[in-house]
């Protein structure tokens, strides 16, 4: 068993996955999917399954902290006309992590794929408002309670494409322009991985030491993606969010339908 803050890895591993989470920050804070790069690379890292989530947690809270914090400070994103989400999500993510546990979810891998692609194809073709359009408008605000619970669930149980889901559908249930919808997602991706790491802790899943160094490399992408994402708008976000869903699609169906077990 290892102290709270002795490494797993060696140095140069250590620098790969540094490397890999700023990269991964970045890409999360414009576009979700951050995921995507850093569950892969902690696996081949050597950590074992149980550890690699609940690592994966504590730096991706780092990122989506400081990529929802810029976007706050922006004015783009308003807690107080979030708090049923806030809530509901909060509530998701604990019951899934704990679920994690309990459920089999090969049907529910089988179906992310299919998912996460119907998200891109929407994003591809949908239209979205323009900024001008969305200001002041009231939100319905009891569709948070469904999609916040269900979207932290989700987050606490798998949580690949969570940022695309909450993006895409931010932009079914309400008046919002792409980049408010990526401040939602951002906000909300914060607060379900903090309560499903809170559970992982709990459970004595996860190695603090690299988690608190990949953290620290997510932190500075995260900071520069939600600049980039709030500076370039739609125009920025657009693009690389298709890219992201698509190649997180790939790399779903690749394990989940074609890696034999």
Not at 6 to 34: R, W
Not at 49 to 59: A, D, E, I, M, Q
Not at 128 to 149: E, I, N
Not at 196 to 220: E, K, N, S, T, Y
Request: hydrophobic share 55%; glycine share 10%; proline share 6%.
């Amino acid at each position: 068993m290892l102290f709270p803050f002795e490494l797993a890895v060696d140095l140069p591993t250590l620098l790969m996955l540094a490397a890999v989470a700023f990269t991964a920050g970045f890409i999360d804070a414009i576009a979700g999917g951050g995921g995507l790069l850093t569950v892969p690379a902690l696996l081949t890292a050597g950590l074992p399954p149980h550890l690699v989530l609940g690592t994966n947690k504590l730096c991706a809270t780092f990122g989506s902290a400081t990529a929802s914090y810029t976007f706050y400070r922006r004015q783009l994103f308003s807690p107080r006309q979030w708090r049923n989400a806030l809530l509901s999500t909060a509530l998701g993510a604990a019951s899934g992590a704990y679920a994690a546990h309990l459920l089999p979810a090969q049907w529910l891998n089988q179906m992310l794929p299919v998912v996460v692609f119907l998200c891109g194809l929407y994003l591809l073709f949908g239209r979205t408002p323009a900024p001008h359009q969305v200001q002041d408008l009231p939100l319905p605000t009891w569709r948070q309670w469904p999609q916040g619970f269900t979207l932290g669930f989700y987050d606490g149980v798998a949580g690949p494409g969570t940022g695309a889901f909450w993006t895409v559908s931010s932009l079914l249930l309400y008046p919002l322009d792409l980049l408010r919808a990526s401040g939602v997602a951002r906000s909300m991706n914060f607060v379900s991985n903090a309560f499903a790491l809170g559970v992982f802790a709990a459970a004595g899943q996860v190695d603090w030491a690299l988690g608190l160094c990949m953290g620290a490399a997510l932190m500075l992408g995260a900071y520069w993606g939600a600049r980039t994402a709030i500076g370039g708008g739609a125009k920025i976000i657009r693009p690389v969010f298709i890219v992201v869903v698509l190649c997180l699609t790939a790399r779903l169906a690749w394990q989940h339908w074609f890696t034999m077990a």
